[in-house]
């Protein structure tokens, strides 16, 4: 098994399958969006001839939407799987998210997080979408007002029930709306129903990948991802590398891969954040220079699947800086990689 190889292909970096943004946020199922740059990249690399404009269509029709789901933090997913991922993953997100309020002393009554939320609703209803500054002098016309911090936890609380989720794509400002009017509404689906196509999503787009890389995408419980997995049956199996056992399916693609090639991989990339065993494609002493112990992550560049260098981006240039100070930059195929994502930005 060349897990390298078979990840780069399940993850749509090479040899990519798809046309559309949808197409690509569907196979995924969730792509990481903390990045406001950096998701449009994200899924654009991903398809066969990326476009921002592609993008920002995709994104204001509602085909993909961004909102907090998973871990807490923000994902991008198609308005299909809006109100089933959602409704399996926004329990957990809530008890973490109140265990960080807890950390931060922040606590939010019942009555109160009603009484804002409708406040917010009916900002949000009066635009077709709305940014955290009309919300905040929606607050204020009614004589209300808090600190940054509370105001976010009332706008993620919201986003966890289904009642908000992302508008209209600003160049560098998230905007609001209300998921009601903007997502069709869906019969619900069973919690196993949900929880298999979550996990069959997962591994499909991953593979191969362990229990423990699961465990930490999904945010679930170790209980609910062995489900998942044993929900799925015959179509997951294990391999052994490295003295760690890999779910993986014979659906993935083995052909495709070929040497020399270099990619420009966005900050918070599912690359590398759908997975605790990103040794697999980062050395342990380069760790540091991809994301930090807080969640951060930073743009790396990939040779051959493995993250050897960061790189960062103005509108017309690429400068790219090396994990190792002694390492010349002589990256095969980083040139043609450069030209890929500076058309991008203007197709």
């Avoid at 991989?265 to 697999?280: F, H, T």
Wanted: aromatic share 10%.
């Amino acid at each position: 098994m060349n897990p390298i190889a078979r990840r780069l292909l399940s993850q749509q970096l090479i040899s990519p399958q798809f046309a559309t943004p949808k197409e690509v946020v569907s196979w995924m199922g969730a792509v990481q969006a903390q990045d406001h740059k950096g998701m449009r990249w994200a899924v654009a690399m991903r398809t066969k001839k990326p476009s921002l404009n592609a993008f920002r269509e995709a994104f204001n029709a509602g085909e993909i939407v961004r909102f907090h789901l998973m871990r807490g933090t923000w994902q991008l997913v198609t308005a299909e799987d809006y109100w089933p991922f959602l409704q399996l993953c926004a329990p957990k997100a809530v008890s973490v998210t109140k265990g960080w309020m807890a950390s931060n002393r922040i606590s939010i009554p019942d009555d109160e997080l009603l009484r804002i939320r409708e406040i917010i609703c009916r900002t949000v209803s009066d635009k077709r979408s709305a940014t955290k500054d009309d919300i905040v002098r929606g607050l204020e016309e009614r004589d209300i007002r808090m600190d940054d911090h509370r105001l976010s936890y009332h706008l993620r609380m919201a986003e966890f029930a289904g009642v908000l989720c992302s508008g209209d794509m600003l160049p560098l400002r998230a905007t609001y709306t209300l998921s009601a009017g903007k997502l069709p509404a869906q019969a619900t689906m069973e919690r196993d129903e949900a929880l298999m196509l979550f996990t069959r999503k997962y591994f499909r787009h991953s593979g191969p990948a362990t229990l423990e890389d699961f465990v930490w995408w999904s945010g679930l419980n170790v209980s609910d991802c062995r489900r998942g997995i044993a929900l799925l049956g015959d179509w997951l199996h294990t391999e052994e590398w490295r003295g760690r056992e890999f779910y993986l399916t014979d659906e993935g693609r083995i052909r495709g891969f070929r040497k020399g090639g270099c990619i420009l991989l966005p900050p918070y990339d599912e690359y590398l954040i759908s997975y605790k065993s990103r040794d697999v494609v980062l050395r342990p002493d380069n760790t540091g220079r991809a994301h930090n112990n807080s969640g951060n992550f930073w743009p790396v560049v990939l040779q051959d699947g493995e993250a050897v260098a960061n790189w960062t981006s103005t509108k017309d240039s690429i400068t790219v800086l090396p994990f190792r100070k002694d390492t010349a930059l002589t990256y095969p195929g980083l040139d043609a990689e450069i030209t890929r994502y500076l058309k991008y930005l203007i197709n």
